[in-house]
Antibody, heavy 120, light 106 residues
Framework: EVRLVESGGDLVQPGGSLRLSCAAS????????MTWVRQAPGKGLEWVAN????????DYVDSVKGRFTISRDNAKNSLYVQMNNLRPEDTAVYYC?????????????WGRGTLVTVSS | IVLTQSPATLSLSPGESATLSCRAS??????LAWYQQRRGRAPRLLIY???TRATGIPARFSGSGSGTDFTLTISSLEPEDFAVYYC?????????FGQGTKVDIK
């Protein structure tokens, strides 16, 4: 069974930093692109960042470029996002998701999410 | 690419059919998916490449369309189908979602 478990969400002040983690199990982690998607409270979904199987190809949505860094540790079956210079508009539930396969860029499996709140 | 979903809300009764629309600001060929999000839950992939059902998705969910106009049809709504539905394109980065259509109980 595919399982994705996010952690690291917290209340942080504007300008602060946070690192989210996603522990993956139930599939061969090294075979899949991984993704972070976020959802502001009461709002829709936003695809934040992608990373390929070996971490050599990474994409970011413009709103986080230069502030967020996605990474993965294949030895630990884990996905991360380092979030710096956080803004109130970064407040959201952050979901870790696994690609459907073969770089289809559809999020086939999702974690339950972790809440990041940016507020003074 | 901007995806516009309509209607914003669809009020229906169990057993009725639902037709949800997603329009893209430019062609996404058939690179479009539909997701279901129940209250308090993570989204779930229903349909990808416009009409292919994901693993384990019941046959009452069907997708159609290509280019800029897409439809998700739910035939005979079950109680668990009352949720928010999002479309997503992967034609051009950044991948984007529509704003969602809420299907609620009439």
């Amino acid at each position: 069974e595919v399982r994705l478990v996010e952690s690291g969400g917290d209340l942080v002040q504007p300008g602060g930093s946070l690192r989210l983690s996603c522990a993956a199990s139930g599939f061969t982690f090294t075979h899949y692109w991984m993704t972070w998607v976020r959802q502001a409270p009461g709002k829709g979904l936003e695809w934040v960042a992608n990373i390929n199987q070996d971490g050599s190809t990474i994409d970011y949505v413009d709103s986080v470029k230069g502030r967020f860094t996605i990474s993965r540790d294949n030895a630990k079956n884990s996905l991360y996002v380092q979030m710096n210079n956080l803004r109130p508009e970064d407040t959201a539930v952050y979901y870790c998701a696994r690609d459907l396969g073969d770089y289809t860029n559809y999020a086939a499996y999702w974690g339950r999410g972790t809440l990041v709140t940016v507020s003074s | 690419i901007v995806l516009t979903q309509s209607p914003a809300t669809l009020s229906l009764s169990p057993g009725e059919s639902a037709t949800l629309s997603c329009r893209a600001s430019q062609s996404v060929t058939n690179y479009l998916a539909w997701y279901q999000q129940r209250r308090g839950r993570a989204p779930r992939l229903l349909i990808y490449d416009a009409f292919t059902r994901a693993t384990g998705i019941p046959a009452r969910f069907s997708g159609s369309g290509s280019g800029t106009d897409f439809t998700l049809t739910i035939s005979s709504l079950e109680p668990e189908d009352f949720a928010v539905y999002y479309c997503q394109q992967r034609r051009n980065w950044p991948w984007t979602f529509g704003q969602g259509t809420k299907v609620d109980i009439k």
